[in-house]
């Protein structure tokens, strides 16, 4: 696949533009709100839910329950607040086989 086609569908934006924070206080651009591009403001709930449920050498495994609660408390300000909500809403209604697909569970 040439990279022309990563940018014609977002994966470029959503690689560079996902450590970008809802209130503008995040990195590379310091955009906020719709000035991220949607695909960015996904992938920055799901990688900084992957980060927090994920093993590290560093700590062990982390609770969904607490990675949940960050997500929530951070709407509006890391987070996009709709679409937070919607990932909320999809891992408490029993979401966590689409949320991990065999990966892990709690």
Do not use: W
Request: charged share 25%; proline share 4%; with cysteine.
């Amino acid at each position: 696949m040439h990279i022309s086609s990563f940018q014609k569908n977002g994966i470029l934006d959503m690689i560079l533009y996902h450590h970008e924070r809802y209130d503008g206080k995040g990195y590379p651009r310091g955009l906020r709100g719709n000035e991220i591009p949607l695909a960015a403001r996904i992938m920055a709930v799901a990688d900084s839910f992957d980060a927090m449920t994920s093993r590290r050498a560093y700590r062990p495994l982390t609770d969904i329950h607490y990675a949940i609660t960050e997500i929530r408390n951070n709407k509006g300000t890391q987070f996009d607040p709709e679409i937070a909500e919607l990932f909320i809403e999809l891992a408490e209604c029993g979401g966590n086989e689409a949320l991990f697909r065999g990966n892990r569970l709690e």
